[in-house]
């Protein structure tokens, strides 16, 4: 109730904002028409950052032509005990989730990655702040939140901790209708410093330059009327990239992009740079289309019959679903020079591209005409490659390899490649950056020394991504080596290299986004678990599984004393929790130094159903009870316990269930014999001072360092004392023999010198004649 309430109070406070404080947050526009909209997120708990699991990941989507953002993000402590000031870190990336790196760990070789932006709200009981964002990119925006760097410290499930929740809400102002800027038409608008001209223009595939031009300014104010003093502004922001700007002065200005983001929308704002002063203006937009591949037509039976080549191949390895990602309309029987595309009039190759889907976050992307691709230096070859918003989770991966089989490179030649998204860069040499209109891109080169060159991008960006490939030399003549080929590899993984040795891939879920990530054991860290500055030593770890493992022998001395006192049923008990609890802390290791018998998870449910068990167990024997009700008990509790290990294994209450229960009948058990006898029962002094105290303590001692003293780095010392003082605690508190009771008839006689002694009683319409009921009392033994 107290979280719905909380929600709704906030949505309550983010609308009267934002609706109540439009003039000065949402400017009026005289020439477009703004809508707000609104969204929430539920508040979700936040966890300290030890891996990327922890992090609360929420994703929005912000629509075409808005033109501003405002998050509002709300940090909520649950409980009322003093929890001391925390910090909520917050991150904010557009078009994948944010890459975080909190202590600085070294990334696998070869993976490239930008930081994203990064908010701290400092947390008492309640805050939240704000963040307004100006011609934000369009396309979804993911916010991830985590409380600070995980101590390390082990917590207990159910025990009362300090719980945060974290709820973002987002506001935006979209424009409805906004004037579209054609082609070499010009466009009359007005701006103002409060009041900017917003307009937009659709740039087609292969454009290689784009220019917007302002003339004709005009303020209309005295002398001064011919000064533009307007800011021209290309593009959106995306936080990590932001738009082209250009300070016009005197009648006009233009800005020129080269490289701009093909087949997408772009957003053209002009506003006043000084106050008070309405300019009028007139505005144009032209673009160049420098290169375009040859056109294959329309008919594509030729082509079905490559794919239908292509898919035997794919089948042997996994049946996907596959789609036909080209950089033209379509095939035909013409377009057989495509697939060979040595073309003396082409200015660019477009190589098709086979998309796969292989499995969840795995991605393959294979040239239609075979692994080998051919580069020449009289112009760039393109490939070109479709991302969706489904595969941002996982890692884009490019391997590039050259073909030394055929052709031998020089020492002065070389393959240069870029990746880049949005638009390609069709351009190539040593000297020419990587770099579109927009946006970086991702360059490597391969000769006859480096014949292979990787990147590896971790959660890139939903966008369609481009390679350019071409041959480079020193000299203006390549000399006989005017084609080359190469085998470029791209394809999508959920992460990078499978999290190598000491780490494990495992997918994540926000609502239906899917992403991967690694978390990492054996002290490696890092976003592949590469880094090995916390590692642990092969020593450790095996000196980590032999203590853990090992210190369960301590149950032998109390398995042996069960028998010996004829607790037969106890003693079976304490072997399989000895047993099950070596071997599963055995396979439990993080490392190498692991040994697993059986499926981890049954070992696990074992460990844990055999622990309470014996706890049950050991604190009914000390009850005294009669045989009847004590092995009834037994059977019912270890039912009860081992359906509520399948319900939660690790919940709190199926420790403290049983054992209050069991302590329970054991105080009545006890206080009825003592109200009966009239003196305290147990009645012997040394009974309490020589062994219930002692194995009171043992188990007190032992649970506080169970709940309260563990850490991941000392945990295999702390959890094999566990052992150690459990047992310990057994060894005192079970009761010494029962004499002179009998077991169906026969009388229990253990002999030590290893022989049974077996007697028989006659029964009388079934009971044994001579039965001695007495109660024994505790007794030092």
């Not at 004037?179 to 087609?204: H, N, S």
């Not at 992009?257 to 506003?271: A, C, F, H, K, Q």
């Not at 796969?356 to 080998?372: H, I």
């Not at 990078?496 to 054996?522: H, M, N, Q």
Request: hydrophobic share 40%; charged share 15%; with cysteine.
């Amino acid at each position: 109730m107290e979280a719905c309430f909380l929600r709704g109070l906030l949505l309550f406070t983010l609308t009267t904002s934002t609706l109540g404080g439009v003039k000065n947050l949402f400017p009026t526009d005289g020439q477009v028409t703004f809508v707000s909209e609104l969204s929430s997120k539920p508040a979700q708990k936040l966890s300290k950052y030890g891996w990327y699991g922890n992090v609360r990941l929420q994703r929005f989507h912000i629509p075409e032509e808005t033109a501003v953002a405002r998050w509002l993000f709300s940090v909520t402590k649950l409980h009322n005990f003093h929890c001391g000031q925390k910090n909520v870190t917050i991150h904010i990336r557009w078009g994948a989730p944010p890459v975080i790196n909190l202590i600085g760990s070294v990334f696998p070789n070869a993976t490239l990655w930008s930081p994203c932006l990064s908010l701290t709200l400092p947390v008492a009981s309640h805050s939240s702040i704000t963040f307004n964002h100006s011609d934000p990119a369009p396309g979804d925006w993911y916010v991830a939140a985590h409380l600070p760097q995980d101590d390390r410290r082990i917590e207990q499930k159910g025990f009362p901790s300090c719980t945060y929740f974290f709820q973002p809400q987002l506001s935006i102002r979209r424009a409805v209708d906004t004037p579209i800027l054609q082609q070499g038409t010009f466009l009359q608008q007005t701006a103002a410093p409060d009041r900017p001209a917003r307009l937009k223009l659709y740039v087609p595939e292969f454009a290689s330059s784009l220019s917007v031009s302002v003339a004709d300014c005009s303020s209309g104010e005295g002398a001064d009327s011919g000064n533009c003093s307007l800011v021209l502004r290309l593009g959106s922001s995306s936080l990590q990239q932001g738009p082209v700007s250009m300070n016009c002065s005197g009648t006009g200005c233009s800005a020129v992009l080269s490289n701009p983001p093909w087949g997408t929308w772009l957003r053209v704002v002009v506003e006043s740079s000084q106050d008070n002063r309405t300019v009028t203006f007139s505005i144009i937009a032209n673009y160049t289309v420098g290169c375009k591949p040859k056109s294959v037509g329309l008919k594509a039976d030729d082509d079905i019959k490559r794919l239908r080549g292509n898919s035997s191949y794919a089948n042997s390895t996994t049946a996907g679903n596959s789609s036909l990602a080209t950089a033209s309309v379509a095939f035909s029987n013409d377009s057989a020079s495509l697939f060979t595309p040595l073309l003396g009039s082409a200015c660019v190759w477009s190589i098709p591209v086979l998309y796969e889907e292989v499995d969840v976050l795995s991605l393959r992307y294979t040239p239609v005409n075979g692994p080998n691709v051919s580069v020449t230096n009289t112009h760039p070859t393109l490939l070109t490659y479709p991302l969706h918003t489904q595969a941002t989770g996982g890692t884009l991966n490019l391997q590039l390899t050259l073909n030394t089989t055929a052709v031998m490179l020089g020492n002065s030649s070389s393959v240069v490649a870029c990746l880049s998204q949005w638009a390609p860069v069709l351009d190539l040499n040593q000297s020419q950056p990587c770099r579109t209109g927009l946006s970086g891109g991702y360059g490597v080169q391969v000769n006859a020394t480096v014949t292979k060159a990787v990147v590896r991008l971790p959660f890139p960006q939903s966008a369609t991504w481009y390679l350019t490939l071409q041959l480079t030399c020193n000299s203006t003549d390549c000399g006989n080596t005017s084609v080359v080929h190469v085998i470029p590899e791209v394809f999508v993984s959920a992460c990078v290299e499978d999290c190598g040795t000491y780490g494990e891939c495992r997918l994540l879920r926000s609502y239906s986004y899917l992403y991967g990530a690694c978390v990492c054991k054996a002290g490696w860290s890092g976003w592949g678990c590469t880094d090995d500055s916390t590692a642990q030593s092969y020593g450790r770890q095996l000196t980590a599984t032999l203590l853990l493992a090992l210190s369960n022998v301590i149950f032998l001395p109390v398995i042996v004393v069960a028998i010996k006192r004829c607790y037969f049923t106890e003693a079976s008990v304490y072997l399989f929790t000895m047993f099950f609890s070596t071997f599963y802390h055995a396979c439990d290791q993080p490392g190498i130094a692991v040994l697993c018998i059986m499926d981890y998870d049954t070992l696990q449910y074992c460990d844990f159903l055999g622990s309470v068990c014996s706890i049950w167990v050991t604190i009914l024997c000390m009850a005294r009870i009669r045989d009847t009700f004590k092995y009834s008990l037994f059977m019912l509790g270890t039912l009860l316990i081992a359906m509520s290990m399948q319900l939660d294994r690790k919940g709190l209450w199926n420790l403290l269930g049983p054992i209050l229960c069991a302590l329970l009948i054991m105080v009545t058990a006890w206080v009825s014999r003592g109200v009966r006898r009239r003196h305290c029962y147990p009645p012997s002094w040394q009974r309490w001072v020589l062994y219930l105290i002692p194995g009171a303590t043992c188990a007190l001692v032992g649970i506080c360092l169970y709940v309260f003293g563990a850490t991941e780095d000392n945990y295999y010392y702390t959890h094999s004392l566990w052992h150690i003082l459990m047992a310990s605690c057994v060894m005192f508190l079970l009761p010494p023999k029962e004499k002179g009771r009998e077991t169906l008839g026969w009388s229990r006689g253990w002999s030590w010198n290893w022989s049974w002694r077996w007697s028989w009683r006659p029964r009388v319409c079934g009971y044994t004649l001579c039965e001695n009921d007495k109660d024994e009392l505790y007794t030092v033994t």
